[in-house]
T-cell receptor, first 114, second 115 residues
């Protein structure tokens, strides 16, 4: 158990809908990362927050947004969902933002868009 | 720019034999290198990292990796494979001179250990 929690574990929704994925980092970790994992694209970095502020942006679509709250939990919002958004979404956390720190991953949310 | 390659999609090894999962990288400076493992239906789990110092890094579950700057490689090794080591392995690299705090992950190598 990494100490990172994600809810829900599974999500099935229809095209055009909006969903929210939730992540709680390990106790004491200030940095949260979101990743998308699919068979064809591999593990893609989406966005990073550090202590409530956006720190880095990756291949995140404009239909997707995220935030980190004062209690350090984070939410990833996906809207106008398309079939191609079906994937595993992982949240990870690290103690700080520097690149020397390893990341601890949650169990993921499996999103299926029908 | 930083990049990482895992040249083998799949590695097969018999239980009890040594295993190697390959990783090569490209950075402009000195790299930070990481290995993660993903078991089925689980998130990635940190195994080990190289930041500086001794080129041989020891990690969890008996795994180790050797940083080779001349060959730009960071291969993951274990002297004696277990069936329970069967999983997806990811190498990641970060170039500290590149301005980004985010590591780049390889596409993963599926390790299958046969009884």
């Amino acid at each position: 158990d990494s100490g990172v929690t994600q809810t829900p574990k599974h999500l099935i929704t229809a095209t055009g809908q909006r969903v929210t994925l939730r992540c709680s980092p390990r106790s004491g970790d200030l940095s949260v990362y979101w990743y998308q994992q699919s068979l064809d694209q591999g593990l893609q970095f989406l966005i990073q927050y550090y202590n409530g502020e956006e720190r880095a942006k990756g291949n995140i679509l404009e239909r997707f947004s995220a935030q980190q709250f004062p209690d350090l939990h984070s939410e990833l919002n996906l809207s106008s969902l398309e079939l191609g958004d079906s994937a595993l979404y992982f949240c990870a956390s690290s103690v700080a933002s520097g690149g020397i720190y390893e990341q601890y991953f949650g169990p993921g949310t499996r999103l299926t868009v029908t | 720019a930083q990049s990482v390659a895992q040249p083998e999609d799949q590695v097969n090894v018999a239980e009890g034999n040594p295993l190697t999962v390959k990783c090569t990288y490209s950075v402009s400076g000195n790299p930070y290198l990481f290995w993660y493992v993903q078991y089925p239906n689980r998130g990635l789990q940190f195994l080990l990292k190289y930041i500086t110092g001794d080129n041989l890094v020891k990690g969890s579950y008996g795994f180790e990796a050797e940083f080779n700057k001349s060959q730009t490689s960071f291969h993951l090794k274990k002297p004696s494979a277990l069936v329970s080591d069967s999983a997806l392995y990811f190498c990641a690299v970060r170039d500290p001179s590149g301005g980004s705090y985010i590591p780049t992950f390889g596409r993963g190598t599926s390790l299958i250990v046969h009884p």
